[in-house]
């Protein structure tokens, strides 16, 4: 399995912008269906986006749909998740997830590793 550390969250206000970064290890990297999921107090974790392996096709919720990017650079065993014109209801821990296929999914069981979370935090 993969090894996944997530970093770049933090308070920010309404309207404001974060990057998230998960960074990998292990030599088979780029074999590896991405993704961010994220869980609000008191909710379940919901799917955000995800990437396939390459990076050619990418997936949203409809909450983040054109307010979200995932992206990934292969060579440096990086996602990003950049995040503009958040909103309070984005608040959350944000988990990056890989998956050992070359397509994306969206689904929680789609992902075998996990890392360990970052909070994002919006103030109104």
């Known amino acids: 399995q993969v090894q996944l550390v997530e970093s770049g969250g933090g308070l920010v206000q309404a309207g404001g912008s974060l990057r998230l970064s998960c960074a990998a290890s292990?030599?088979?990297?780029?074999?590896?269906?991405m993704g961010w999921f994220r869980q609000a107090p008191g909710k379940e974790r919901e799917f955000v986006a995800a990437s396939t392996w390459s990076g050619a096709s990418t997936y949203y919720a409809d909450s983040v749909k054109d307010r979200f990017t995932i992206s990934r650079n292969n060579a440096k065993n990086t996602v990003y998740l950049q995040m503009n014109s958040l909103k309070p209801e984005d608040t959350a821990v944000y988990y990056c997830?890989?998956?050992?296929?070359?397509?994306?999914?969206?689904?929680?069981?789609?992902?075998?590793?996990w890392g360990q979370g970052t909070q994002v935090t919006v103030s109104s």
């Open positions: 997830a890989a998956r050992k296929s070359l397509v994306a999914g969206r689904l929680e069981s789609d992902f075998g590793s």
């Open positions: 292990g030599r088979t990297f780029p074999i590896y269906g």
